[in-house]
């Protein structure tokens, strides 16, 4: 089952023709679509302080705000707005971090109804589309996620903070209105927002293809992509894999290559390991002679 809010339908039925496809509307309430204004005093806060004022804002406009929100790029920017907001607010509102490295008894613990007070949730991306959480009425938007990409060095890949995309601030600003009328307010421009990408580059674009390659051959598939990758992905990842006596001439698997597959590292990473166990092996036989 593949299921997304933002899906392609016209390049997955090309590849799917056959399959059976379903739409599932949600009912969705108002929300009221705020902005920072476009002057530089603006553009130049803090990232704490900007978020600070979006809360502030969204307390004096509701009585009853329900809770808040706060999609962050990563870690450092929530333990960064964290410390600034637990100098700002008292005992009525409490403050909770959603991310993907907590426990999922830490994650079950943000789905607690508290009574009278209000959850001021810091989050990443991973309340974007992962998870709905009860009561959020309202939603504040930094406008940036950590993305990952390969290092053309290393060939490693690595965490960037860049901006999301336009199909992604709605998907973010939709999450205010699942339970009643909500704020989402941007933190940014209206201008900022209107040059943002309409979409998010797809990942298969931006991916090392070393190791689906290698699975594919050692699986005996012919891979068949929504999205296309280059013809420069697929010679670099060959390349690499020649380079690493995972496949042959032919672009076949050979036996290192079947090795690396049964380690669950990326295939540099799996061919190190072999080696040095290999150099290892030779050592104590060294040793015993």
Not at 274 to 287: C, G, P, R, T
Request: glycine fraction near 4%.
């Amino acid at each position: 089952i593949i299921m997304s809010a933002t899906l392609n339908l016209d390049e997955l039925k090309m590849v799917m023709p056959s399959a059976a496809y379903y739409d599932v509307e949600i009912p969705l309430y108002p929300i009221e679509i705020k902005y920072f204004p476009h002057r530089p005093e603006f553009a130049k806060l803090d990232l704490e302080r900007k978020v600070f004022q979006a809360i502030e804002d969204i307390l004096k406009q509701k009585k009853d705000p329900g809770d808040i929100l706060v999609f962050l790029a990563g870690m450092k920017d929530i333990i960064k707005v964290q410390d600034y907001l637990l100098k700002h607010f008292n005992d009525s509102y409490k403050l909770m971090v959603l991310h993907g490295s907590l426990t999922m008894e830490e994650q079950q613990n943000i789905f607690v109804p508290l009574e009278n007070i209000t959850k001021i949730i810091l989050s990443t991306n991973i309340a974007e589309s992962s998870v709905t959480i009860p009561n959020v009425r309202n939603v504040i938007d930094s406008g940036q996620h950590r993305e990952s990409e390969v290092s053309p060095w290393t060939g490693l890949k690595t965490l960037k903070t860049k901006k999301i995309s336009k199909a992604s601030a709605i998907q973010r600003a939709g999450r205010a209105g699942r339970t009643g009328p909500g704020i989402c307010f941007r933190l940014m421009s209206e201008f900022e927002y209107n040059a943002m990408n309409d979409a998010t580059k797809p990942e298969i674009l931006k991916e090392d293809l070393t190791s689906s390659l290698l699975w594919s051959k050692g699986l005996n598939l012919n891979p068949k992509w929504v999205t296309n990758p280059s013809r420069a992905q697929i010679e670099k990842a060959e390349s690499i894999l020649h380079s690493l006596g995972a496949i042959d001439e032919n672009n076949n698997i050979t036996k290192i290559g079947n090795e690396i597959l049964k380690i669950p590292l990326y295939p540099r990473e799996a061919r190190i390991l072999i080696e040095s166990f290999n150099d290892s092996k030779n050592v104590q036989k060294e040793i015993i002679k």
